[in-house]
């Protein structure tokens, strides 16, 4: 079957513009995940999102990044008014719902660059 | 506060030979363990894991080690292949947070030599 796939795979854009990042998860998981890596970094949690529970925003690093995911499905990640520490790959992972022993399988994830 | 700690940012191993991979925790609270490996241009692939109630889990030619006291976890992969090749990421989850979020260290790069 279809795994997690993200969209655009490479985003250049410059210093104050917004972005928007797309993820589609695996049918059928109800929880999503956000991470973004940063270059020789390891992955940092951003954003959560577990079936109609409001979501675990406690990663994101300031007001400019916000996400929402629609009908259970799909989730976009807004950067608003990029910064060129914004560059990085961001990541989206999906599980099956809420026992942390779940697999979270990822996304290849979207290259950022800010220019 | 970097919570999961791997010191070791590369790793370079004979094929055949033992690959041991190193992984440190701080926060007590990580009762389940995770070992991710990823390619270049790939998202994240999952490997083992490990429950805090276990010492050893086993799969294949991966074996993961908990040492609770020590807060120390390694992977262990037996014998290597070039195909192991990868950056490999571990990654704790705290018992109160039900929801699954990771905590991931900076990764070990694997290099294989034929």
């Known amino acids: 079957g279809a795994g997690v796939s993200q969209s655009p795979s490479n985003k250049v854009t410059e210093k104050g513009k917004d972005v928007e990042l797309r993820c589609d998860p695996i049918s059928g998981h109800t929880a999503l995940y956000w991470y973004r890596q940063s270059l020789g970094q390891g992955l940092e949690f951003l954003i959560y999102f577990q079936g109609n529970s409001a979501p675990d925003k406690s990663g994101l690093p300031s007001d400019r990044f916000s996400a929402e995911r629609t009908g259970g499905s799909v989730s976009t990640l807004t950067i608003q008014r990029t910064q060129q520490e914004d560059s990085a790959v961001y990541l989206c992972?999906?599980?099956?719902?809420?026992?942390?022993?779940?697999?979270?399988?990822f996304g290849p994830g979207t290259r950022l660059t800010v220019l | 506060d970097q919570q999961v700690k791997q010191n070791s940012p590369s790793l370079s191993v004979q094929e055949g030979r033992i690959s041991i991979l190193n992984c440190d925790y701080t926060?007590?609270?990580?009762?389940?363990f995770l070992w991710y490996k990823k390619y270049p241009a790939e998202g994240p692939t999952f490997l083992i894991s490990?429950?805090?109630?276990?010492d050893k889990n086993e799969d294949g030619r991966f074996t993961v080690f908990l040492n609770k006291s020590a807060k120390h976890l390694s992977l262990h992969i037996v014998p290597s292949q070039p195909g192991d090749s990868a950056v490999y990421f571990c990654a704790a989850r705290a018992r109160y947070n039900q929801g699954g979020k990771l905590i991931f260290g900076q990764g070990t790069e694997l290099s294989v030599k034929p």
């Open positions: 926060n007590s609270m990580f009762d389940y």
């Open positions: 490990i429950s805090s109630i276990k």
């Open positions: 992972a999906s599980s099956l719902g809420m026992s942390g022993g779940d697999t979270q399988y």
